[in-house]
């Protein structure tokens, strides 16, 4: 699975309460979502260790999917969190390091009724620390393995440390600036509620990448952030939940792909969002039994 990775990956959905517990919620879609490119093309996998870092070496244009469940709730909730960013590998001093920015997610909840959105000044705020990653070859293909770098979001401390549990800790920040501390995650269910929940976050994930031989990257994220609700607009949204991300790699997936070094901006990234990466994953009907 990915780390969102984060993809970034904020499994943050603690609205227990939404769910019109006497509906079922919809189907995870077949796994594996995508199978990416890794055939021939044009490119060849380098043959060497510092062959194989120039050829990685670049900045990419970042997706990648997180999948979460919630048995907290009454009945199962089921999320998909998409994230899209940039990605940049470089040399430093003979080491391969990977840096990562995102600027856009989407949340996609497998009860149709309930929407959750998390702004682009928040996604903006999530950023991980640059972490040297470890490269080596395996049945003739080079595989990325990047390991956990805590990074705090929502609060300033020691990310090498578990996420204070404390709502009036001092060290609360307020990163997406809308006044309330923490991160906000804005939640509707139909057309009748509307709440906004306050959290902090603890991002911890792994990304388990191979090169492809059209030189994309993909593979999958690990994610094993941990998050805090420090306060609610309303005070049924002010509870915990237990999101914790699906065992099946499959649907966790990551995709890189070398882009300009000019498209830096989520509007530019959009530009070319189609041509690149694939569609977004949705949630299924339930099958009816015949």
């Not at 990448?209 to 306060?231: A, C, H, K, M, P």
Request: overall charge neutral; proline content about 6%; hydrophobic content about 30%.
């Amino acid at each position: 699975m990915i780390q969102k990775g984060r993809w970034f990956y904020p499994g943050f959905l603690a609205f227990l309460f939404i769910l019109n517990s006497c509906l079922r919620p919809l189907e995870w879609p077949k796994s594996p979502l995508y199978v990416f490119e890794q055939g021939v093309s044009d490119t060849t996998q380098p043959t060497d260790l510092k062959s194989a870092q120039e050829k990685i070496a670049g900045h990419y244009a970042h997706y990648d999917v997180v999948s979460y469940e919630d048995t907290t709730t009454r009945t199962t909730m089921r999320t998909f969190i998409v994230s899209y960013g940039f990605t940049e590998f470089y040399l430093e001093e003979g080491r391969l390091m990977q840096s990562d920015r995102f600027v856009h997610s989407e949340q996609k909840l497998s009860r149709k009724n309930a929407v959750s959105v998390f702004n682009d000044e928040a996604v903006r705020a999530i950023k991980p620390r640059v972490q040297e990653v470890e490269l080596f070859r395996k049945d003739g293909t080079w595989h990325i393995y990047r390991p956990e770098s805590p990074s705090l979001l929502g609060i300033e401390g020691d990310p090498m440390k578990s996420l204070s549990t404390d709502p009036r800790d001092p060290n609360l920040t307020d990163p997406d600036n809308d006044g309330h501390p923490g991160v906000t995650v804005q939640i509707s269910v139909g057309k009748f509620f509307r709440g906004e929940i306050y959290l902090t976050r603890r991002e911890i994930f792994s990304n388990y990448l191979n090169l492809n031989n059209n030189g994309t990257l993909s593979g999958y994220v690990i994610d094993r952030s941990e998050q805090f609700v420090v306060g609610a607009s309303k005070k049924i949204l002010n509870q915990e939940s237990n999101n914790i991300q699906h065992p099946d790699k499959g649907l966790s997936p990551v995709l890189l792909v070398k882009v300009d070094p000019d498209i830096d901006t989520y509007e530019e990234l959009m530009q070319i969002r189609k041509d690149i990466f694939p569609k977004e994953p949705e949630f299924s009907l339930k099958k009816k039994k015949k």
